[in-house]
Nanobody, 124 residues
Framework: VQLQASGGGLVQAGGSLRLSCVASGGFLTSDVMAWFRQAPGKEREFVAAIRWSDEESYYADSVKGRFTVSKDNPSIMVYLQMNSLKPEDTAVYYC??????????????????WGQGTQVTVSS
């Protein structure tokens, strides 16, 4: 599965951004699509994920209520709508894919396919 993320940028605290990730090359509609992020000097951390088949989703506590993960079937796109952004949300954001039985996972090691990352910078 090939993944390509886009949509990052510079935004002021309190602002919004929407990230996009397009999947191709063997993506299955039973897969789980997720967003992770990695700030400088920190480990990659889970943000949100959605199961393609039924749109069930789960979130990290740090973004719950502010971020929303969604999908678009025809284009095999996954979105991360980020509202009420905070400086601590600054990171490189990655999309990732895993088989459906990995639904619920938050460990990046179980996600086998990764996009190239897109930078999100939130200024205070």
């Amino acid at each position: 599965v090939q993944l390509q993320a886009s949509g990052g940028g510079l935004v002021q605290a309190g602002g919004s951004l929407r990230l996009s990730c397009v999947a191709s090359g063997g993506f299955l509609t039973s897969d789980v699509m997720a967003w992770f992020r990695q700030a400088p000097g920190k480990e990659r951390e889970f943000v949100a994920a959605i199961r393609w088949s039924d749109e069930e989703s789960y979130y990290a506590d740090s973004v719950k209520g502010r971020f929303t993960v969604s999908k678009d079937n025809p284009s095999i796109m996954v979105y991360l709508q980020m509202n009420s952004l905070k400086p601590e949300d600054t990171a490189v954001y990655y999309c990732a894919a895993a088989p459906s039985f990995r639904f619920g996972a938050r460990n990046p090691r179980v996600f086998s396919s990764w996009g190239q990352g897109t930078q999100v910078t939130v200024s205070s």
